[in-house]
C-alpha cells in the first residue's frame, strides 16, 4: 500500500532523498510543465536509458510539488527494507500473482487519496521497439489519467505534458501520446519507432 502521507519517513530515508534531490540541483535539469490538476494520476518516464532518470523525475516531481511513487514487488519490502522502501514511496506488487498486480495497483490507488504512480512504459533500459501496455490497463481499472513525461539528458532538459484520461480505445490513445513525444523528442529513435507502432496499431485496426 502506498505510504501514510501522515507517517513522518525514517531518518535514513529523509537523508537518502536529499542525496537524491541534491544530485537533481547539482546536475542542473531544466524542467517544463506543471502539476497536474488532480491527485491521483500515472507518470510515464520516458525514454528510460539511464540510470540517471531515476534521479530527475524524482527531482522533477519535487520541483513541481508532486510525491512520486513506484511499484516494486513484495520481496523488496521485506524486513529490515520495509519502511525504508515505504518512503521512498514504494508500492508494493506480488509478482506471483500472475495477471494481478493490475488489479494489485489499482487497489491502491483506491485505498488512498494521491498517489502518483511512476512508471517506466519500455519496462527498461533496452529497447525492444515498444511499449508494454501495464500502464494502460492499471490507468484504465483505477479511473486515474495518464500524464506523459519526459527527459533528454543531452540537453539537461524534461519535463511534463497534459494528464490524459484513458478512453479504452488503445490504439488511438497511444497516437495521442506518441504525437505529444515526438513533438518535445523528434531526434529520439524511441519515440520515432513508437509513432510508427501507434501507426501499425491503426492500421491493423482498419483492416480488421
Known amino acids: 500500500m502506498p505510504t501514510d502521507p501522515n507517517r513522518r519517513p525514517a531518518l535514513s530515508s529523509r537523508m537518502?532523498?536529499?542525496i537524491l534531490?541534491?544530485?537533481?540541483?547539482?546536475?542542473?535539469w531544466k524542467i517544463e510543465g506543471r502539476r497536474p490538476d488532480c491527485d491521483k494520476f500515472i507518470i510515464l518516464g520516458a525514454p528510460h536509458t539511464s540510470n540517471w532518470d531515476f534521479v530527475?523525475?524524482?527531482?522533477?516531481?519535487n520541483q513541481l510539488g508532486i510525491k512520486p511513487s513506484f511499484m516494486g514487488k513484495t520481496?523488496?519490502?521485506?524486513?529490515?527494507?520495509t519502511n525504508f522502501m515505504l518512503d521512498m514511496g514504494g508500492v508494493p506488487v506480488d509478482r506471483t500473482k500472475r495477471g494481478k498486480y493490475v488489479d494489485q495497483v489499482a487497489a491502491a490507488f483506491a485505498s488512498t487519496d494521491e498517489l502518483a504512480l511512476v512508471i517506466a512504459p519500455e519496462g527498461?533500459?533496452?529497447f525492444k521497439g515498444g511499449w508494454r501496455t501495464g500502464f494502460y490497463?492499471?490507468?484504465?481499472a483505477a479511473g486515474v489519467p495518464?500524464?506523459?513525461?519526459w527527459v533528454n539528458?543531452?540537453?539537461?532538459?524534461?519535463g511534463m505534458g497534459e494528464a490524459m484520461m484513458p478512453t479504452g480505445d488503445y490504439r488511438a490513445d497511444l497516437a495521442h501520446l506518441a504525437a505529444f513525444y515526438r513533438e518535445k523528442r523528434p531526434d529520439c529513435d524511441r519515440f520515432v519507432a513508437l509513432e510508427k507502432s501507434a501507426q501499425t496499431l491503426e492500421e491493423m485496426k482498419g483492416d480488421s
Open 16 to 18: 537518502v532523498q536529499r
Open 21 to 28: 534531490l541534491g544530485l537533481y540541483r547539482w546536475k542542473g
Open 56 to 61: 530527475f523525475f524524482l527531482g522533477a516531481a
Open 75 to 81: 520481496s523488496l519490502f521485506k524486513w529490515p527494507m
Open 124 to 126: 527498461s533500459r533496452t
Open 137 to 140: 490497463h492499471i490507468a484504465m
Open 146 to 149: 495518464i500524464v506523459p513525461a
Open 153 to 158: 539528458n543531452k540537453t539537461m532538459r524534461g
